[in-house]
């Protein structure tokens, strides 16, 4: 089936650069996509690569090589109130934006 | 503004019982989601909808089902819960052929 990977634990400090990385299957995949989630709270979306290359928008890039899979989303500055889960989510609906969600990164920042 | 509400917020039930949780959206979207939410399993998606009479099963959907009869509602029902299907419940929507999903604030739902 569909499946994606990623980290399920990122530790970093305040300011520093960060790269969560992910990895999904080929097979009907139109574009990745990220999604933050505060702590008891909805996801929120942050970015989306259907073509390879870097989507920059502000602090957070994120990025796609469809030859190897793979993407990852880059958060720059990091701040405490960056401290979440981060989700990559594949999508497999095309237009219909059928979305295989990754099992979450947790992103502890620290001062 | 329009938003997406779900409603109950939480909700505790016993196993064997009917549970209907509700998502309603003010922005005209085509496309509706429901997820659930475990601790290990990230956002698995159950049933989603392309459009009214359009329903369709996801990765999870035993012993779910959905129903759209306008655009602005995607009600979820459990038709006998079992406490396999404690978890935290999003509902999404998106415009067809837009990249972003738009997630309401969740539902909790105990099966005791």
């Known amino acids: 089936g569909q499946s994606l990977e990623q980290p399920s634990e990122v530790t970093a400090v305040e300011g520093a650069i960060v790269q969560i990385n992910c990895t999904y299957q080929?097979?009907?995949?139109?574009?990745l996509s990220w999604y933050q989630q505060h702590d008891g709270g909805a996801p929120t979306f942050l970015s989306y690569?259907?073509?390879?290359g870097l989507e920059e928008t502000g602090r957070f890039s994120s990025f796609l090589s469809r030859s190897d899979s793979y993407g990852y989303l880059l958060l720059q500055e990091l701040q405490m109130k960056d401290s979440a889960s981060y989700f990559c989510?594949?999508?497999?609906?095309?237009?219909?934006?059928?979305?295989?969600f990754g099992t979450g990164t947790l992103l502890a920042v620290q001062p | 503004d329009a938003e997406i509400t779900q409603s109950p917020r939480h909700k505790i039930t016993e196993t064997g019982r009917q549970v209907t949780l509700a998502c309603h959206q003010t922005w005209n979207h085509n496309n509706m989601f429901w997820y659930r939410q475990d601790l290990g399993h990230g956002l698995r998606l159950i049933h989603y909808?392309?459009?009214?009479?359009?329903?369709n099963k996801g990765e999870v959907s035993d012993g779910y089902s959905v129903s759209r009869s306008n655009t602005e509602d995607l009600p979820l029902t459990l038709e006998s819960a079992a406490s396999s299907q404690t978890s935290v419940y999003f509902c999404?929507?998106?415009?067809?052929?837009?990249?972003?999903?738009?997630f309401g604030p969740g539902t909790r739902l105990t099966v005791l």
């Open positions: 999404a929507s998106s415009e067809a052929g837009r990249d972003e999903q738009f």
């Open positions: 080929t097979s009907g995949f139109y574009g």
């Open positions: 690569n259907g073509l390879d």
């Open positions: 989510a594949a999508n497999y609906g095309g237009a219909t934006n059928k979305l295989i």
């Open positions: 909808s392309y459009g009214v009479q359009d329903t």
